[in-house]
């Protein structure tokens, strides 16, 4: 009998595995179980082109039919696993059902955090597919946009409605500076800038206390006891992993699956991408990240661990994330905040690099529109090349383009 890979979660860590099963040779069966209806889409671009109604939903299948057949991918979709059985490898599916695995995969990835408020008409987080279509219907009733959360969805939210035309769009963020959880304030600043140039107003260190309905709007009551009134608002304050459905199945559960550098949970178990939490070197801590980069290399990782289990291969994640805002395109490498000194490097005022780093070496770069300097960034963080040469690179870079 063909052994079996079940591979639960079919967005892009879990898509990427089932593909680089195949790629890497394993002969045995593999089944995708999805929780949504939908074929694999990205998600990314839910909050930017599809939001915009520049893309729609079938120009960023992850998979189709057609392709999973060819590649004798099993799908099980519009399936929530609700309960794993570890000692009977076993995984339980909502419609009371269950399939067997000889190797299972945790792609499961991540959920809104809720704030309590999203029983409200109006009020909306944006992390599937039917999120992004409900939001995009108030969004063409007009009235005031009202975002909750400036970090990547919260700000790439914001900058959609804009272009959409939406002339009264506020974002509120209870931190000093957007993306705080990504990159130092010093960026931040620019990036709330940048907004404020597009017409969005940027409100800092905004606690929002509570959000009610009023009548046909959404009312929101700040902390300091001012108000704000929207008919639309968006929440988007974090993410929690979707790691509910394996506890108490025996498996280490905290702020996600723990595991091993190769993704390993158990024997014969793993996790890939934002449900995953792993040891990382540098960091000297376990971590868990929520990046598209880091699913697609931590599940080729798992693939190639699983066709070959005698050469298992462990993922270093190459910290790299990416936000499309108006007409800047931001890349983060490495780890920004964890710098103690900085510098700015401009090829002209929308495209620059900020560099950052600490004890004598580069931690993470911020890079707008700018690919060589990003190269030069990677290249830097890769090879450990001392802060001063970095930097001695990109001076020499801005004097050659401008």
């Known amino acids: 009998?063909?052994?079996?890979?079940?591979?639960?979660?079919?967005?892009?860590?879990?898509?990427?595995?089932?593909?680089?099963?195949?790629?890497?040779?394993?002969?045995?069966?593999?089944?995708?179980?999805?929780?949504?209806?939908?074929?694999?889409?990205?998600?990314?671009?839910?909050?930017?082109?599809?939001?915009?109604?520049?893309?729609?939903?079938?120009?960023?299948?992850?998979?189709?039919?057609?392709?999973?057949?060819?590649?004798?991918?099993?799908?099980?979709?519009?399936?929530?696993?609700?309960?794993?059985?570890?000692?009977?490898?076993?995984?339980?599916?909502?419609?009371?059902?269950?399939?067997?695995?000889?190797?299972?995969?945790?792609?499961?990835?991540?959920?809104?955090?809720?704030?309590?408020?999203?029983?409200?008409?109006?009020?909306?987080?944006l992390r599937t597919a039917a999120d992004a279509r409900g939001l995009r219907e108030d969004l063409d009733g007009g009235g005031p946009v009202v975002v909750i959360g400036g970090g990547f969805i919260g700000a790439e939210v914001a900058a959609t409605a804009n272009r959409l035309g939406l002339p009264d769009v506020t974002v509120l963020d209870a931190t000093p500076a957007l993306l705080s959880r990504a990159v130092p304030e010093v960026f931040g600043d620019r990036l709330a800038d940048l907004h404020r140039r597009h017409g969005v107003r940027v409100r800092l260190g905004a606690r929002v206390a509570t959000v009610e309905q009023s009548r046909a709007r959404l009312r929101i009551r700040l902390d300091d006891g001012s108000e704000v009134d929207a008919a639309t608002v968006v929440v988007g304050i974090g993410a929690v992993p979707n790691d509910a459905w394996v506890t108490g199945s025996g498996l280490k559960v905290e702020d996600g699956v723990v595991c091993d550098p190769f993704g390993r949970a158990a024997p014969h178990v793993f996790a890939v991408g934002d449900v995953s939490r792993r040891q990382i070197a540098r960091r000297g801590r376990a971590?868990?990240?929520?990046?598209?980069?880091?699913?697609?290399?931590?599940?080729?990782?798992?693939?190639?661990?699983?066709?070959?289990?005698?050469?298992?291969?462990?993922?270093?994640?190459?910290?790299?994330?990416?936000?499309?805002?108006?007409?800047?395109?931001?890349?983060?490498?490495?780890?920004?905040?964890?710098?103690?000194?900085?510098?700015?490097?401009?090829?002209?005022?929308?495209?620059?690099?900020?560099?950052?780093?600490?004890?004598?070496?580069?931690?993470?770069?911020?890079v707008v529109n700018w690919p060589k300097a990003l190269a030069d960034c990677r290249r830097a963080l890769a090879a450990a090349k001392p802060f001063a040469e970095l930097c001695e690179e990109l001076q020499h870079l801005s004097a050659k383009t401008q």
């Open 1 to 125: 009998m063909r052994p079996r890979t079940v591979v639960v979660g079919a967005s892009v860590a879990g898509v990427r595995v089932a593909q680089a099963l195949r790629s890497y040779g394993y002969e045995g069966r593999v089944v995708l179980v999805g929780q949504e209806d939908e074929l694999p889409y990205d998600k990314p671009p839910l909050s930017k082109a599809v939001l915009a109604g520049s893309a729609a939903l079938d120009d960023v299948r992850l998979l189709t039919e057609r392709e999973a057949a060819d590649a004798e991918i099993e799908l099980e979709l519009g399936q929530a696993a609700t309960r794993l059985d570890l000692l009977g490898s076993r995984v339980h599916l909502a419609d009371g059902s269950a399939l067997g695995f000889d190797d299972l995969v945790i792609a499961t990835g991540a959920s809104a955090r809720p704030a309590g408020w999203e029983h409200l008409d109006g009020v909306h987080s």
């Open 287 to 366: 971590v868990r990240f929520e990046h598209w980069t880091n699913a697609v290399e931590q599940a080729a990782c798992v693939a190639h661990t699983l066709a070959h289990p005698g050469d298992p291969r462990a993922h270093e994640p190459a910290e790299y994330v990416w936000t499309d805002q108006y007409d800047w395109k931001v890349q983060i490498v490495g780890d920004p905040r964890a710098g103690t000194e900085n510098r700015l490097f401009d090829r002209s005022g929308d495209a620059f690099a900020m560099v950052f780093g600490a004890g004598g070496r580069p931690t993470g770069a911020v």
